[in-house]
Structures are given as C-alpha cells and as structure tokens.
RNA sequence: GAUUCCGUAGCUCAGCUGGUAGAGCAACGGCCUUUUAAGCCGUGGGCCCUGGGUUCGAAUCCCAGCGGGAUCACCA
C-alpha cells in the first residue's frame, strides 16, 4: 500500500500516541449531556446553561495560537467551536496533553469527546471552552478541508464520483447531503402512517421470483443452486399484492426495493424503491383522492407547509389537484383533438408534431409517445393524467364507458411521473387475454413485454374483489421533496461501477524473491507493486532509483548495486 | 448504447501556441492566550488516470482503454 505523506504523519501520530499510553480506539460509552445544535439553539436565551456540559464529534477545523486554540468539532446535530487553553487542559506542570497530544498528535477527522462549559467570545460565537478532552478514535486519512465564512463555501467537496462512491466522505463534508437522507425517511415514516391510519396492512412479498412480473422492463437473472431453478429480483410486486387481495385483506401496501436490468440515468438506478397499494372495493377515482391527500401531508410533514422549492419553481401540493385525461392535456398543449383518431391520422399528428414514431408502434403507443414529448415535461404543478390507452396498460381494468382505454392514471409533477395507479383488473378471461397479447409482443422482439403467470390467473380465477392499485416511485418522489437533480443524491449507494482495483503483488511475494524489508515500501514508492513490473524493470535504473531514496530519506541500511537488484528479478 | 465534456498534490483548481509542474487550503517546523474560509515566516509533498504513438523532448498533440459528469435513447 502506498501511503502519502499525510497518511504516513497520521500513522506516526496513532504511535505517538499509543506510545504515551493512549488508547486511540478506546471502548466504553462516553456520555454526552448535549448537542451542538442544541447548544447553539438554547444558550442564548438562557447563558445559565451548560456550565458542565459534555459532547463529542469530529474535528473539522482547527486553528492554534501557542498557548490558546480553537477548534470545531461536528456532530450528528451540526458544528460548534471548542476553546482549548494549554493551562485549564494541564493545570500542573505537565503540558502534554495539550502540547503534545492536542497540538501535535490529533488532526483534523479526528473524533474527540470534550468536557467543560459554554461561553460567548468577543466574536460572538458560542464555544466549548475544554477543560477535558479525550481521543475517541483517531483518523488515518486526511479529509478534505472545506471552509466557509459567512454562509460562502470554499473548496467545496464536488466531484460528483468520489461524492457517491465515498458517500461517508460527502456526508461529513457535506452537512446538507445528511439533511437529504432525513427528509426522504420522513416522506416514508409519513406515508406509512397515513396509510396505517386507514387500517391498510404493511406486507412482504418475495424478492426473489421464479417469474418476474407486474410491470413491463428486463429484469435479473440469479441461480438457486439448491433448487437448481432461475430466479429473478423483481421488477415489481403487484401480481404478489393482488394475490393478497383474493386473499381476503381489503388495503395492503409494500414499499419494496425493485429491479430493473436497465438503462442508468439521473431518473433510473437499477434497484430502486417503490411504494405499492392495493384496496378492496375502490377505483381510481377513489384512489386520486387517496393520492392528494398522502401527498399534501408528506409535503406537511416534512416541510410543514404545501409548497416546496423545487429547481426553479415552487410546488405546490395542496389539494386538489387538477385532472384532465390524456386527450384533454394533449389537446391543451397542441391545439389538436385526437381522440377517436385512427391509427393512420395519428401517425400523421405525430409527424406534424415532431414525435417520433415508428411501424412497430400500435395505437397505443404513439397516443403515450405524443403525450410523452408534448405535455410531460411542461406540467409542473401536481396533476392526474387519466384514462390511457388500455394496449399500454395490461393490469389495469378497461374503462367503464370510453373504449380503447384503461381505468388509469399518474400524477406529475415536475415534469415527471411520480406515481400510476388503475382500477384493477380483475377479469380473468380479459387478464388471460392481455397476456398473451403481451405474449405476442414478445414473440415479435419486445424485450420488456410481460409474461405469462398462469398462478396469477388461478389466484383472479378464484375471484378478486374489484380494487385500487398504486405505485408511487419512492425515488423520484424524494428528488422532488428534497430539491434533487439526480436520483443519485436521494440514495445513499447509488450504483457505480466498480473501481478497478490495481494487481499488487504482497509483501510476501517480495520477500520470497529476497528482498529485504527495509526495501519493499520503497519499491512500492517507486510503483513496482507486482512481481511483474519488477522484473521488466531495468536494474540499474531500479538500484539508481532506490539508492537515490536511501540518500534523500537518510535510510539506515547498505547502499545497492544493480548486481544484488538482478537477482530479486526472475526466481531461479 | 450514442454524442459530448472532464480526469494534475489529501481537497479545490491553474498550467495545455510541446522544453519533465504551480497556487490556496490541508500537512510539517517556527511565532502568536478569544481567533473567524485567523495571520506571519519557513519546509516538504506529484505513476500530471492507464497504455500506445508522433517528437531530440509530451501533463500539454494524436489513438485506444478505464473511470466520472451532462444530454439523448429505454424506463420508475
């Protein structure tokens, strides 16, 4: 492993340290009797408070003055500033603690716990003055320094990869990153108890699926090995809730991680999250309701009020929303009436509005194509989309007096999807029939049509109660209720590729060719970490190169020839 | 998958009409007892993403690859 110089310091520093008799991993609990934020809230009403006061936290700045410093440390709450003066931490005649252990020893990511009291300094800033510290855990990796001064940012931490692949990193850095995660889990603990409060029962059903269904998309294969079978990760949940349903429960809900063997954008991670409900007895009228009201108090809950920032734009979620059928948006925005329009005349509406189109697509699909690149993007409040075409819709019930459509809709709001619910489809004989339609589909190279789950249709065979199903993106919901561009800042992990990691060789492997151990870091300084980029390399420049360190790093060990070099190359 | 931009110190970035690297912060050594992205003096730190090519000479130009961002396509 190559360390940098830092890392090298650090490493030094965790010696010291135990060489002093301290533990830089210490276990036990240390108490803590307040927060920053709390501090920061509370003290200046009442400057009685936390006169003997305890915390914790990461340091993330420190600035030193001999015999004085001034530190910030981070906890889970926020920032507060920490005053040090060497002689309230070592009241008798031994400084180290404060000369040796603050001041040298400890660093910037280092996690601390503090004793003492709070005070005002003639800045005006609220501060720890320390009278006790101790190590809690030492860091080996230097972080990366941001600064700010009045509410500006220098140095932000941005690159958006090492962001995502070190999430830990941003969210020390980066505080509002922690804020994100805090409002998506309030989202769900509201949407949870909206719907607990109605009675609906929170449900699991396999993730694990010998048919994938329930939505049209490519899924992930697995293997069983006992069962020797493939198994896919769902794509969707439906087909198992809807089995609930027949079942006997009248409301249940599953928020369920889903997969899907797709493309990957700021909108799309391959596993993502949904929220499906399904409830006896109602239909999508009911259900667009249900959608308002869960949706205003989410908006409530989390930012206790109905509007919401989002990019450019304020949302605002209070009810009622506005609702117009697809024709009727699409008419809106073109000017052009196409329903009852034959699949030629829409062909031709297509061209004319620039919507691309091709032989494959049925009806159905150029109707959701138009729909698609004229009207989506420009609707910003929150609005139901109902009655689409029923060839797009294969679950959902056909309508109830128009024809050629389904018993369904989404809510969108900025522009995007948030959810898409129906009046569910409980007709075996037409279920059977969307199938093999969908069957058909697939015999004709539709790699995302659905097939077919001959349980599924016993279960609706058995009769299920006529009912209304939603699924909400979790996801996407979240971007629009923490101001998210990218479905990456509203998961902690979001996918990546992995990093590659490099081939190095173990110090075992060079100390079977000989070579001593006082050698191996620097070898490694010099890049050679595999046995491989040993031997190509040249000896003489090799013994050259680290004759050259020995010098410069005044190394305690006997100066090379290339001759010696030469024979760590190749084993006899 | 397509197009396009990017990859230089721990972090943020400059250098890119080719001459083997710079700044700020961070680090290290000093000075400084309430400072405010503290300040001052000094020091060290780089497979300039990887591999090829052009060239006397490449961080810089060309090609390929790897990783990332954005846009588009599929989709939630």
Redesign the pocket.
Known sequence: MNL???EI?RRN?LQELIKLGIDPYPAGIFEVSASAAEIHEKFPKDNTLYQDVAIAGRIM????????S?AEIQDDSGKI?L?L???DICPGEDKTMYNTVFK?LL??GDIIWVKGYV?I?????I?V?VKQFSLLSKALR?????????GEV?????????R?RQRYLDMIVNPQVKEIFVKRTKMIDSMREFLNAKGYLEVETPILQPLYGG???KPFKTHHNTLDMTLYLRIANELYLKRLIVGGYDGVYEFSKDF?N?????????E?T?MELYVAYKDYEWMMELVEEMTEKIALDVHGTTKVEVGDHVIDFKRPWKRYTMFEIIEHFTGIDISGMTENELRLTAKKLDVEVDETMGKGKIIDEIFGETCEARLIQPVFITDYPVEMSPLARKHRSLDGLAERFEAICNG??IC?AFTELNDPLDQRKRFEAQLELGRRGDQ?SMILDEDFLRALEFGMPPAAGLGI?I??LAMVMTNS????DVLFFPQ??P??K?AVSTDEDFKERGIPSAWLQWIR?L?Y?TLEALDKSNPNKLANDLNGLRK?NKLDVPALNSEVVKSWQFPQ
């Open positions: 940098s110089e830092q310091i520093s700045n420190r600035r030193i003055m001999g015999a004085a001034f500033q005053y003066k060497r002689d040298k660093d910037i005070f300094t003639k800045m005006g800033e501060t003055h230097p972080l990366p320094v941001v600064k700010e001064k009045d220098y140095d932000a931490f941005t690159d958006p990869e090492q995502y939505a049209a998309a899907r797709e493309g990957m954008s700021r909108f799309h991670n391959p993502f949904q995007k999807e898409n995302e993106g996801d996407r561009q990218s479905i990456q990546m590729r990093q590659q490099e300084t890049g970490n410069k």
